[in-house]
């Protein structure tokens, strides 16, 4: 039988072989992950269906080629969408999608890498469309690694993302900060490093409110990028805090394993 190819847009070759593999992989690998444009969308589509018979999560990054109508057939079938507002910034699509989603257990993530504007601007995301998406069922995940970010702002978000049985999940650069307890005992899930955190012994009391504060949702994720004492790292450890350790950890025992939807991909996001 002839060998089928083609080029998707970034020029790689694209064959029945490829798709055949992604189809065996859907069904194998536990949370595959493919980006959009890296097979036509009739693979894609048999692939978040393997997948979804197999119970099996499929992840789908969004890289802005396929149109909303066919990212609703997939999130029907059983594909995650992972998405920013640097790709597609339409809120009421992206609803519509995580509806079409619902009955198949699919989720839509969204990254806000721009500001969080009070008010509607172009190329910014508004207060109240961020605040329609969190509603409608989408997980907000939100840095101040590129700017500022309101914490007032957040608690509303982690609020209406309750009721519309989302999340939002914040990846905090700099100072550990009381606001992050808040954020915590509201439901959002909080990703703070030692090594851009650099916090210390007399802060353990700070840290053992931001983890205590997120057991009935949501909680804090200590990102170990440098070393850290002994006696504070076991401290954090009893606290609750799940615990990513990305140097040698000296015979430490694993961390708890976090839920697939309180990172955004993986867990460098911070670094």
């Known amino acids: 039988m002839s060998e089928e190819r083609a080029e998707n847009e970034v020029g790689e070759t694209i064959t029945v072989e490829n798709?055949?593999?992604?189809?065996?992989?859907?069904?194998?690998?536990?949370?595959?992950?493919?980006?959009?444009?890296?097979?036509?969308?009739?693979w894609l589509l048999d692939a978040a269906g393997m997948a979804r018979r197999r119970g099996r999560r499929f992840r789908l990054v969004d890289s802005g080629r396929l149109d909303a109508f066919s990212l609703e057939w997939l999130a029907k079938t059983g594909a995650d969408l992972y998405?920013?507002?640097?790709?597609?910034?339409d809120a009421g699509a992206l609803v519509r999608i995580r509806a079409a989603g619902r009955a198949?257990?699919?989720?839509?993530?969204?990254?806000?890498?721009?500001?969080?504007?009070?008010?509607?601007?172009?190329?910014?995301?508004s207060a109240e469309m961020a605040g329609e998406l969190v509603r409608g069922g989408i997980d907000l995940h939100i840095s101040n690694r590129g700017q500022p970010r309101d914490m007032a702002a957040?608690?509303?978000?982690?609020?209406?993302?309750?009721?519309?049985?989302?999340?939002?999940?914040?990846?905090?650069?700099?100072?550990?900060?009381?606001?992050?307890?808040?954020l915590t005992e509201a439901g959002a899930w909080v990703h703070i490093s030692n090594a851009k955190s650099d916090f210390k012994m007399t802060e353990l009391p700070l840290l053992r409110d931001i983890s205590h504060q997120g057991h009935v949702a949501g909680g804090l994720v200590v990102h170990v990028d440098m070393d850290i004492e002994p006696t504070l790292l076991a401290e954090i450890r009893k606290s609750g805090a799940h615990l990513i350790f990305n140097i040698p950890t000296g015979g430490q025992s694993p961390a708890p394993s976090l839920p697939w939807r309180a990172f955004y991909l993986d867990t460098t996001f911070l670094l």
């Open 19 to 42: 798709g055949f593999r992604l189809l065996d992989q859907a069904g194998a690998v536990e949370g595959l992950t493919v980006r959009d444009d890296q097979q036509p969308w009739p």
């Open 83 to 89: 998405t920013a507002d640097n790709v597609r910034s």
């Open 104 to 125: 198949s257990g699919a989720r839509v993530m969204f990254f806000l890498h721009g500001p969080l504007q009070a008010a509607p601007r172009e190329g910014a995301l």
């Open 154 to 182: 957040l608690l509303d978000l982690t609020a209406s993302g309750r009721a519309g049985g989302a999340g939002v999940v914040y990846y905090h650069h700099g100072p550990l900060l009381k606001d992050l307890a808040d």
